[in-house]
Every structure is written in C-alpha cells, then in structure tokens.
C-alpha cells in the first residue's frame, strides 16, 4: 500500500528542489495515505544522502509542556526497526523546553504513521522523534536549529488541517491554511492544524534559513475514502533551501 502510494506521487512530481523539510497527514491510510505519500516521496530523490530524520507531531493525548522525546532506543514497524539518533537527543536535552514522556509517546500515532513510508523511501536512517505540546514557535525552532544539519538531515513534520467540517467548509479552511504556510506566515491555529504547534515552529526557521516553501497535495477523507459530512483535511508541503 505503501510503495503504491509513493509510486503514484513520484509519478505526478516534477523538478522542484529535494525539500529540506516537508508537512504530511497522519491518519489511516486508506484517507491520507495518498497525501502523505506527496509529501514524503520526493526525499527518495535523495535518499543515499539522507541519514537523519527530524520528526515533529502533536501530542494528541497526553498533555506535554515543551517537547517531548521518548526515551527510548528505536521505534519498530513491520519493515524494522528505526533506531532513534542518540546524537540528535544530547544536543537538544539540554534545552528546558525539552522533556522525556514514555507516557505521551505511549497511545501515540502521528510520529509512527510516517515511519513507514520514510522506511520504504529511504532505507535506513535514524529519527529524533518529538511530539510537540505547549510550545511556542521559537521554542520548537530552537530546537530546529539545534538539529538543522546539512543534507544528510531532513525535517518531517506530522500534521492533519482541518477536522470533521463538512467537505467544502473543510475545502476553504484548508485553502486558508495553505496560503499561510505558502507565505511562511504564522500563526497557524489548532482549529486549522492539529500540529499547529510543530508547524509553527517550522515557520520560523524557514524563515530563518531562507526556505521557500510549495502545496504538494491538498485534499481531504471526503476525496479519498470518507463521508463527505464531515471531513478531516491533509495537505503536503515542502520546504526548500537556497539554490
């Protein structure tokens, strides 16, 4: 299912620039599948170089002040187990903004909903897992910068838009939002992005570092596999650096 997703994305891409970070939806595949598969399929243009993954989402259950890391040694899907980059965490631990919270990562699933696809596209790599809660955008883009790296490390951040609005509600909403992250300008809230926070966060330093950023895909369950009543909206984005 994954490799059909990814293939169908890298069949409608064209020559932009390998993103230095990208935006991807996090939901049940058969409904965001096809969108997170936008998102994630151009880092395989470069996946020999690729060795680090940063990746960001919401903490959707336990409430985290700052951001939350694991504390654990690897994340384990059905294609194997991704090893968690014990470099990345000693430079960022030490920053108050982050904590160690097995029991927010425990009942979580937007970090894990990716690893597949980034397993099937790049092969092996290592991740700094962190689920963003309350935190402001320069504390998570602190933390960024900590990690930033060069080509060998990408940032991937975890986020649906819109949840449960009637489909072209969802539509114009998600359009909004689109133009926002589009123009590098924030705040996002969480009524438009459950990972507000994280892409918020993101903001600031493309901003930072100068990266322009692209609409991959925009849809929604109600153009995949759901009721059109009521919706959850997906967008991929990517983020590119300076020629």
């Known amino acids: 299912m994954v490799e059909g997703f990814l293939q169908k994305a890298s069949g409608r891409a064209g020559a932009e620039a390998v993103p230095k970070a ?5 939901a049940g595949y058969v409904y965001s599948g096809p969108i997170a598969g936008s998102a994630l399929a151009p880092l395989g243009q470069e996946a020999e170089q690729i060795e680090r993954v940063v990746l960001l989402g919401p903490a959707h259950r336990v409430p985290v002040r700052g951001l939350a890391l694991p504390g654990v040694d690897g994340f384990e899907t059905p294609l194997g187990v991704v090893p968690v980059d014990a470099e990345l965490v000693d430079r960022v631990l030490d920053l108050p903004q982050v904590v160690v919270s097995r029991g927010a990562h425990a009942p979580e699933h937007c970090l894990e909903v990716e690893l597949p696809f980034l397993q099937v ?5 290592s991740i700094l897992p962190l689920l963003v ?4 955008p320069g504390e998570v883009a602190e933390v960024l910068e900590r990690v930033w790296g060069g080509s060998e490390t990408r940032i991937v951040i975890s986020s649906d838009l819109s949840h449960y609005l009637e489909y072209s509600q ?3 909403v ?6 926002a992250v589009l123009a590098l300008r924030s705040p996002i809230s969480s009524t438009q992005a459950c990972g507000a926070g994280a892409i918020n966060g993101l903001l600031v330093a493309a901003i930072d570092h100068g990266l322009t950023a692209s609409l991959l895909d925009l849809r929604s369950s109600g153009d995949t596999a759901g009721d ?4 959850v909206g997906y967008g991929a984005f990517a ?3 300076p020629a």
């Open 121 to 125: 596209t790049l092969g092996y790599f």
């Open 174 to 179: 998600d359009e909004g939002t689109a133009e």
């Open 239 to 241: 983020f590119a650096e």
């Open 22 to 26: 990208v935006i991807a939806p996090h």
């Open 228 to 231: 059109r009543s009521q919706v």
């Open 133 to 136: 809660g309350d935190a402001t």
């Open 170 to 172: 969802a539509r114009r």
